[in-house]
């Protein structure tokens, strides 16, 4: 192992990852993979895949937690605070200063079309994760347990269809299913309270003013990936609160796939449109801050985490739930795509996707197409 670094050093190696973050955690783990494995050595490869999988099984950014985890490692309790708000500060200033201009009195007309470009081609994106990771949930399983996973993923559709602000609770509940089936204790009595604790944060805040409310289900009650807050907040932001139009949320979902870092960012897109910039920076700091004291409080008991049955089990549970949502949620985003000029623009996105395009390639373009279209003088979507 290598010496380990200043704080001054963190900073600047996890803003850079930060800076380039582009394509979502896979790109985020690559990155800090070659950082702190192979050209620094500052950790060895098991102890970073043993974290990696550990933060999969976590509610929340999984990549922003191994950020923070790796920076905790190497630098200590400081180097996790500035590890971890450089990796996410870079994308975060980004995106507030595209709300600012976006959900203005008198956006500009470019930035409306990017929005807008960018948004149409959100759906196919968000369809292509869902079945990806579908794919990946149920691959291999046979019996009993394919059927139960089939039928949290269609749980979980259903909910982002028909419930989405509440699509939490059917998150929660796959999981405790699938955790209480697959008990595996012998001769005792379960106890999911230890692994199932985001039940006991849902009991515990959901008394919570309606912004905090939202960002705290993005930050702590999350499973399966950064796509599965759209349902998360989509209930919230278009239906039940009224903050934005579906146009505008569909818009907010673009920004946070074409801007680096954490996608869970986009959560302040929504804080700005419920309450201004102070609004932007409640729903971010309540989003990212469980991240934060998971890791500092037990980042030590990963390698133990990666092990736990029960904990695997919720997992199997919650991971097709949310599977389902991801994908449910593309129809209410349907509804943000409402000129001609963008189901063109989905539709070669589509094709582009199943031609293997990288979405993030895909995203840029089609924000390019819609840049074109507003200073054209397209109709745009309000």
Same mark, same amino acid.
């Given at each position: 192992?290598?010496?380990?670094?200043?704080?001054?050093?963190?900073?600047?190696?996890?803003?850079?990852?930060?800076?380039?973050?582009?394509?979502?955690?896979?790109?985020?783990?690559?990155?800090? =993979?070659?950082?702190?494995?192979?050209?620094?050595?500052?950790?060895?490869? =098991?102890?970073?895949?043993?974290?990696?999988?550990?933060?999969?099984?976590?509610?929340?950014?999984?990549? /922003?937690?191994?950020?923070?985890?790796?920076?905790?490692?190497?630098?200590?309790?400081?180097?996790?605070v500035v590890g971890g708000l450089a990796f996410v500060l870079p994308g975060l200033v980004l995106i507030l200063a595209l709300a600012a201009g976006a959900l203005g009195s008198d956006p500009p007309r470019w930035l409306l079309g990017l929005a807008a470009g960018a948004g149409a081609a959100v759906v196919p994106v968000v369809v292509q994760a869902g079945l990806v990771l579908g794919r990946s949930s149920?691959?291999? @399983?046979?019996?009993?347990?394919?059927?139960?996973?089939?039928?949290?993923?269609?749980?979980?559709?259903?909910?982002?269809?028909?419930?989405?602000?509440?699509?939490?609770?059917?998150?929660?509940?796959?999981?405790?299913?699938?955790?209480?089936?697959?008990?595996?204790?012998?001769?005792?009595?379960?106890? @999911?309270?230890?692994?199932?604790?985001?039940?006991?944060?849902?009991?515990?805040?959901?008394?919570?003013?309606? @912004?905090?409310?939202? !960002?705290?289900?993005?930050?702590?009650?999350?499973?399966?990936?950064?796509?599965?807050?759209?349902?998360?907040?989509?209930?919230?932001?278009?239906?039940?609160?009224?903050?934005?139009?579906?146009?505008?949320? /569909?818009?907010?979902?673009?920004?946070?796939?074409? /801007?680096?870092?954490?996608? /869970?960012?986009?959560?302040?897109?929504?804080?700005?449109?419920?309450?201004?910039?102070?609004? !932007?920076?409640?729903?971010?700091?309540?989003?990212?801050?469980?991240?934060?004291?998971?890791?500092?409080?037990?980042?030590?008991?990963?390698?133990?985490?990666?092990?736990?049955?029960?904990?695997?089990?919720?997992?199997?549970?919650?991971?097709?739930?949310?599977?389902?949502?991801? @994908?449910?949620?593309?129809?209410?985003?349907?509804?943000?795509?409402?000129?001609?000029?963008?189901?063109?623009?989905?539709?070669?996105?589509?094709?582009?996707?199943?031609? =293997? =395009?990288?979405?993030?390639?895909?995203?840029?373009?089609?924000?390019?197409?819609?840049?074109?279209?507003?200073?054209?003088? !397209?109709?745009?979507?309000?």
């Open positions: 192992m290598s010496a380990r670094p200043g704080l001054v050093e963190v900073l600047r190696e996890w803003g850079r990852i930060g800076v380039v973050g582009f394509g979502g955690p896979p790109a985020h783990v690559a990155l800090l =993979r070659d950082l702190v494995v192979e050209r620094r050595r500052w950790l060895d490869a =098991r102890e970073f895949e043993d974290a990696n999988a550990a933060c999969g099984l976590l509610p929340g950014p999984a990549s /922003t937690q191994l950020a923070i985890y790796c920076a905790q490692r190497v630098a200590g309790a400081a180097g996790a149920l691959d291999g @399983l046979h019996g009993a347990r394919l059927w139960r996973a089939a039928a949290y993923v269609v749980a979980g559709a259903a909910a982002a269809v028909l419930i989405g602000p509440y699509v939490v609770l059917v998150l929660l509940a796959a999981g405790a299913a699938e955790a209480l089936v697959r008990r595996p204790w012998a001769g005792r009595r379960p106890r @999911l309270g230890a692994h199932a604790w985001p039940l006991l944060v849902l009991a515990a805040v959901s008394d919570l003013p309606e @912004l905090a409310w939202s !960002a705290l289900k993005v930050g702590a009650l999350s499973y399966g990936g950064g796509f599965v807050i759209i349902p998360l907040m989509q209930g919230d932001a278009v239906d039940a609160y009224g903050w934005m139009t579906q146009a505008e949320f /569909t818009g907010a979902v673009a920004f946070g796939q074409i /801007t680096p870092g954490p996608v /869970t960012q986009t959560v302040a897109v929504v804080g700005w449109a419920a309450a201004g910039f102070g609004g !932007a920076l409640l729903a971010a700091a309540v989003a990212f801050a469980p991240s934060f004291l998971v890791v500092g409080l037990g980042g030590r008991r990963f390698a133990a985490l990666r092990e736990n049955r029960t904990a695997r089990a919720f997992l199997d549970g919650a991971g097709p739930a949310a599977v389902g949502a991801i @994908l449910g949620a593309a129809v209410p985003l349907l509804e943000g795509i409402v000129e001609p000029w963008q189901w063109i623009v989905a539709g070669v996105a589509a094709v582009a996707l199943v031609a =293997r =395009r990288p979405p993030i390639a895909v995203l840029l373009a089609a924000a390019v197409a819609g840049v074109v279209a507003g200073l054209w003088g !397209a109709d745009l979507p309000r």
